[in-house]
T-cell receptor
Framework: DQQVKQNSPSLSVQEGRISILNCDYTNSMFDYFLWYKKYPAEGPTFLISISSIKDKNEDGRFTVFLNKSAKHLSLHIVPSQPGDSAVYFCAASGGTYGQNFVFGPGTRLSVLP | DAGVTQSPTHLIKTRGQQVTLRCSPISGHKSVSWYQQVLGQGPQFIFQYYEKEERGRGNFPDRFSARQFPNYSSELNVNALLLGDSALYLC????????????FGPGTRLLVL
């Protein structure tokens, strides 16, 4: 059973527009959520995180929103740039997983010039 | 500053063989975690080590084992390789076992024939 879901395998967005990547989770014990970005032939790179005590966290062009009641989080990238084209993984930790992550399957973002 | 390094970058083995993958964490990081990423899926947690002790174990068979050395580097061993073990093996380091931000290496791509 997939505890972290990213239902859109791919997303294409025009440069300068907003990219919205979604993630759903099923385990209510998760209390910390992260987004990682992965380019080909590289390991995942940490992007932004949010604790379950917050509902929003911003870092430059990246904002993560958490809706605990819906068990849903989203990553907003504004404005999108061609260099943002990568695979984005949502990850969750907490409960019996401790500080180790349960990853979603990823969403491939393509930002078109 | 050097990031997380892993060796080798690529490896080809045949079924039934054994393999050892190596990881050096970021300087000052004492915790190392291992993940397996199968094509098209997100990374899946295998082990976490902190101060040479196993701190967490994912849902993997006993063919998988790991250890951490006094310099905090780590090895992942997989015995009796199966075709399904073909994957990208990622190592991640963090300051300590409770640190919620992990930094990933580029991975070792293992192909089992």
């Amino acid at each position: 059973d997939q505890q972290v879901k990213q239902n859109s395998p791919s997303l294409s967005v025009q440069e300068g527009r907003i990219s919205i990547l979604n993630c759903d989770y099923t385990n209510s014990m998760f209390d910390y959520f992260l987004w990682y970005k992965k380019y080909p032939a590289e390991g995942p790179t940490f992007l932004i995180s949010i604790s379950s005590i917050k509902d929003k966290n911003e870092d430059g062009r990246f904002t993560v929103f958490l809706n605990k009641s819906a068990k849903h989080l989203s990553l907003h990238i504004v404005p999108s740039q061609p260099g943002d084209s990568a695979v984005y993984f949502c990850a969750a930790s907490g409960g019996t997983y401790g500080q180790n992550f349960v990853f979603g399957p990823g969403t491939r973002l393509s930002v078109l010039p | 500053d050097a990031g997380v390094t892993q060796s080798p970058t690529h490896l080809i083995k045949t079924r039934g063989q054994q393999v050892t993958l190596r990881c050096s964490p970021i300087s000052g990081h004492k915790s190392v975690s291992w993940y397996q990423q199968v094509l098209g899926q997100g990374p899946q947690f295998i082990f976490q080590y902190y101060e040479k002790e196993e701190r967490g174990r994912g849902n993997f068979p006993d063919r998988f084992s790991a250890r951490q050395f006094p310099n905090y580097s780590s090895e992942l061993n997989v015995n009796a390789l199966l075709l399904g073990d073909s994957a990208l093996y990622l190592c991640a380091s963090s300051l300590d076992w409770a640190d919620e931000t992990q930094y990933f290496g580029p991975g070792t791509r293992l192909l089992v024939l």
